[in-house]
């Protein structure tokens, strides 16, 4: 047995030699994770809005009067002006009421004076007990008959002469007539469903984009507050983007008037007015309007790759706090610019936000920050 003892250490040295055995590993150092220092920046603050261009006005052009279409008189898809004659509806059959109408004015009118002279030679005659009471009360009846003849004749030719009037379809407004939905011989009748032709304004013209309540109530507190440029009472300036990205040089003024809440969506519609001279602007064009909101001049961007969200949604980041251990810190965040955030509340200037190697690390961690530059970070594939 002593022999044993004194052998032991010699057989576990032996061991601990052997191919088989495993050395002990060393400890390992501090992750290695790439920082932005962060630092505020001033900064326009810009809202865009998808929407659709609306005519300013918009006419359905009918007739008013029975008959067959004579003549179409203007071009389809050219500029018209109010009062501009667009359609002759055949008139003889109106000319010949008229007409009617006229000749009985004249035949009334030649009664009433008869009427009225009998009258006037009957008054003094009456005073001369010449003639009686009751023929004089005749004279005067028909005298006011007579009269009232004549207002009703004046009356049925006004009528006649407005539905003369009526065979020339006219212009109600002033702006680009549509094509038209008849043709010469067509027989139309007074008020009908169907237009004959569409007229719509298009300078000025309406860009109307639709969103919640909430957007029209913090553009209003944001007029409030001069943060937004005045177009005037109750307008703010706002700028267009068309379909194909061309900037559309002309701004426009969003009106936070004459506006309805959808009861049902909670969703409300913002109407612009955009001046379009040479009709760029066309009634059913898709655009982005810009909306300038103001400037921060302490604003604060974040890149995209540094921030991550966790179980309930909440928009998080990681960023190296004391003795270089990590911190974990739960963010409120205003909206996407670019490939950046803008963060409200959360960070600081001057924090070091880890953007790369997220991955190895956790709250508590030891790491060693390697500072880069946001053009060094690539673009994001989607939202983390």
Same mark, same amino acid.
């Given at each position: 047995?002593?022999?044993?003892?004194?052998?032991?250490?010699?057989?576990?040295?032996?061991?601990?030699?052997?191919?088989?055995?495993?050395?002990?590993?060393?400890?390992?150092?501090?992750?290695?994770? #790439?920082?932005?220092?962060?630092?505020?920046?001033?900064?326009?603050?810009?809202?865009?809005?998808?929407?659709?261009?609306?005519?300013? %006005?918009?006419?359905?052009?009918?007739?008013?009067?029975?008959?067959?279409?004579?003549?179409?008189?203007?071009?389809?898809?050219?500029?018209?002006?109010?009062?501009?004659?667009?359609?002759?509806?055949?008139?003889?059959?109106?000319?010949?009421?008229?007409?009617s109408a006229q000749a009985t004015?004249?035949?009334?009118?030649?009664?009433?004076?008869?009427?009225?002279?009998?009258?006037? %030679?009957?008054?003094?005659?009456?005073?001369?007990?010449?003639? #009686?009471?009751?023929?004089?009360?005749?004279?005067?009846?028909?005298?006011?008959?007579?009269?009232a003849d004549l207002a009703s004749?004046?009356?049925?030719?006004?009528?006649?002469?407005?539905?003369?009037?009526?065979?020339?379809?006219?212009?109600?407004?002033?702006?680009?007539? #549509?094509?038209?939905?008849?043709?010469?011989?067509?027989?139309?009748?007074a008020n009908q469903t169907q237009?004959?032709?569409?007229?719509?304004?298009?300078?000025?013209?309406?860009?109307?984009?639709?969103?919640?309540?909430?957007?029209?109530?913090?553009?209003?507190?944001?007029?409030?507050?001069?943060?937004?440029?005045?177009?005037?009472?109750?307008?703010?300036?706002?700028?267009?983007?068309?379909?194909?990205?061309?900037?559309?040089?002309?701004?426009?003024?969003?009106?936070?008037?004459?506006?309805?809440?959808?009861?049902?969506?909670?969703?409300?519609?913002?109407?612009?007015?955009?001046?379009?001279?040479?009709?760029?602007?066309?009634?059913?064009?898709?655009?982005?309007?810009?909306?300038?909101?103001?400037?921060?001049?302490?604003?604060?961007?974040?890149?995209?790759?540094?921030?991550?969200?966790?179980?309930?949604?909440?928009?998080?980041?990681?960023?190296?706090?004391?003795?270089?251990?990590?911190?974990?810190?739960?963010?409120?965040?205003?909206?996407?610019?670019?490939?950046?955030?803008?963060?409200?509340?959360?960070?600081?200037?001057?924090?070091?936000?880890?953007?790369?190697?997220?991955?190895?690390?956790?709250?508590?961690?030891?790491?060693?920050?390697?500072?880069?530059?946001?053009?060094?970070?690539?673009?994001?594939?989607?939202?983390?």
């Amino acid at each position: 047995m002593p022999m044993l003892k004194k052998q032991l250490p010699v057989i576990f040295a032996v061991l601990a030699l052997a191919p088989g055995c495993k050395r002990a590993q060393p400890m390992m150092g501090p992750a290695q994770v #790439s920082v932005i220092t962060l630092r505020t920046q001033p900064l326009t603050l810009t809202t865009e809005l998808p929407g659709r261009v609306t005519a300013h %006005r918009v006419a359905e052009v009918r007739p008013q009067a029975n008959g067959v279409i004579l003549k179409r008189l203007y071009n389809e898809g050219t500029d018209v002006q109010a009062g501009q004659a667009l359609y002759q509806i055949d008139p003889a059959p109106y000319r010949a009421a008229y007409e009617s109408a006229q000749a009985t004015v004249e035949k009334d009118s030649a009664t009433l004076i008869s009427a009225t002279a009998l009258l006037n %030679r009957y008054r003094p005659l009456v005073e001369a007990n010449a003639v #009686s009471k009751q023929d004089m009360d005749n004279a005067l009846s028909a005298q006011l008959g007579a009269a009232a003849d004549l207002a009703s004749a004046r009356a049925s030719m006004q009528a006649a002469r407005i539905n003369l009037v009526y065979t020339d379809v006219l212009a109600p407004i002033s702006g680009r007539i #549509s094509r038209s939905a008849v043709t010469e011989g067509a027989l139309v009748t007074a008020n009908q469903t169907q237009a004959l032709a569409t007229i719509q304004q298009l300078d000025p013209i309406y860009v109307d984009v639709t969103q919640p309540s909430t957007l029209l109530l913090r553009l209003k507190q944001e007029y409030a507050d001069r943060k937004l440029k005045s177009a005037g009472k109750d307008q703010a300036i706002v700028h267009l983007t068309l379909e194909d990205g061309t900037i559309y040089d002309i701004p426009g003024k969003l009106q936070f008037s004459e506006v309805t809440v959808d009861p049902g969506t909670g969703a409300v519609t913002l109407r612009a007015v955009f001046p379009n001279p040479n009709h760029t602007l066309l009634p059913g064009m898709f655009v982005q309007e810009q909306i300038q909101e103001g400037l921060d001049e302490d604003a604060l961007l974040v890149p995209q790759q540094g921030i991550t969200h966790n179980q309930r949604g909440e928009p998080t980041a990681m960023v190296i706090g004391k003795d270089n251990k990590v911190e974990a810190r739960t963010l409120t965040t205003d909206r996407a610019i670019g490939d950046m955030w803008l963060v409200t509340d959360g960070l600081n200037p001057g924090d070091r936000l880890i953007v790369e190697g997220l991955q190895k690390i956790g709250p508590g961690a030891p790491v060693e920050g390697v500072e880069v530059s946001t053009t060094s970070l690539a673009t994001p594939a989607g939202p983390q």
